[in-house]
């Protein structure tokens, strides 16, 4: 057996503990929970809802902080960097879809897909390139001057995927992506972030309770009152 | 789309809105435009000088002064030169059509005020060249539509000569143009001699005294020596740098300009607080697209720059309409009205425009900032 690229930790939580505080309420999620995840790797997460699993991917991306443990990703600690460095961190290296697509309706299908790209120093006409590109890999070239608002959910999750890979991250994090969609969007979708993983490489980790999107990814992690309960590999 | 067609757009997210708020920045920008023009154009203090004094009856304007005083004041250490100076006011033709006549010793006048009106040798021996002849300001002439060479008759309200009539006969000798744009040219020059002999009454007295002190001796040092010198005497004086006088003359329209900077001040606030209520709410139903923002990326400072370029955007672009309306305004009325916009004006309206949307953005674009990122995952 030769140790491939998705044997190398990519993403790597030690001993993570999350608590949520609301007064005198505690409201225990995590404590001392361990992940090791490959570059290149569709790992799918699954579990009741109130289990961690949105948290557990707030913390991947930043936006929300562990009270204790390491969060590493790609060599770099995450839960070491201040919240300016973290943001210029998701803007390079990190895409997020959501659940509810999160567009802006002032803007149009393509302006929604740019905006990442207004963080960064290209000049209007790469970005316009780039744009279209993606637009073209989530099968929506053409529609960009539409304005989202008109669009059905499968067409504004493409827009959303869109968004999320303009900025060519590495990292792709998915918080049920699908949950809104109806099975054919669904499919789609999920055909789309196959092909993202596959072909693109980018590394995916999508929170999920449909058992058919599980079976997209390559591994499913069960998430219950804060641990992983078992750990399917898929093999190939 | 560049960051700032973003923040035009979310600016113009909800048109009517928008609309309204840069109506509203417009309407407040056009009257403080108008407000501005017109104390701008009405201000002759601007122009008056610090230097020059006046000296005048302590009891009140109108009150006459002896003309045995020049000669003390004259010989006072420190008084480089001084005119005596009477006043006739009048109508030349229609009875509405009022004019000022101020009388002084030519020599003196140049010596005393000419850098200030624009005076030359040429002109001062042209008006001396007769004893009934005039200088006309630049302004009045062009009003009038006088030229050298022209006779005019001058209807006195109240100073008769002593053949009982009240119309005076001038004829202008030359054109003053005043040192700059905003000298008072706006009266006649004549002759002091002329109108002392010619009146019925009141001979040998004079409205006021006008003198330039040496180089060297300080104008407010000089006017208590002045009065001082007049204290015990039937009438005591009053001196004033010209400055002073046009203020004081002023004061009762300064009353006014306070009131309207009163008004203009209060509806400043009003909008402010307008602006920035409608802003921190249109935010609170952003609060989650600002979310977004920063979980696509966008830093803290970024954002605070978005919010703040929307209020800059409504306020540039409301105050523009307004000053350009205001401006409009002021090209079409009488230059009569006093309503001038020029670049000073407009420079502070600008000056304004900018900080009120800097004050009225900053707000809601802190509260912006500081929007926790993890509304943006919670479900809605
Ligand atoms: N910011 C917060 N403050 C307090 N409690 C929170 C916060 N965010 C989440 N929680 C609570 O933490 C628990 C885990 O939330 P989380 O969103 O991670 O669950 P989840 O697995 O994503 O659930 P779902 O499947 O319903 O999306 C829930 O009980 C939730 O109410
Ligand atoms: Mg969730």
Redesign the pocket.
Known sequence: MTISEKDIPFIALNGVSKT?R?GSER?P?FAGLDLSIGKGEFIAVM??????????L?LLAGI?QADSGSIQIGGQRLDQMGEAARSAWRAQHMGIVFQFYNLLPMLTAAENVELPLLLKSISGRVRRERVSKVLDIVGLNGRGRQSPTKMSGGQQQRVGIARAIVADPTLLLC??PTGDLDRKSADQVLAMLGFLNRELGKTIIM?T?DPEAAAQAGRTLH?DKGVFVEDEQVMA | MTFWNFARKSALRKPLRSALLIVSVAMTFLIYGLTAGFVAGSQGTAAASDELLGVMNAAGRGQPLPMAYLSRIAALPGVADVSPITRLRGSVGDARNVVAVSAGDPDKLLAVSGADLGLTPSLIDALKSRRDKVLVGQSLAQAQGWKTGDSLTVTAFRTKKDDGSRDWRFEIAGIFEGKNASTDTHFILAQYEYINKARARGIDTVWAFALRPEPGMAAQDLAPQIDALFANSAAPTRTMSEKQFLSAFLSQYADVKRVITLVVGVSFVTLLMIVINTMVFALRERRFEIGVLKTLGFRSPQILLLVLAEALFVFVVGGAIGLVVAKLISLATPPALGLVIGAQVSLRTIALILLLGFVAGLLPALSAMRTPI?AAF??R
Not at chain 1, 47 to 56: I, Y
Request: negative net charge.
């Open positions: 949520y609301s409201l999620i579990g009741p809802s109130g289990s961690g699993k949105s948290t557990l707030n929300d918080d049920e929170v309770h998430l | 993890l919670r479900t």
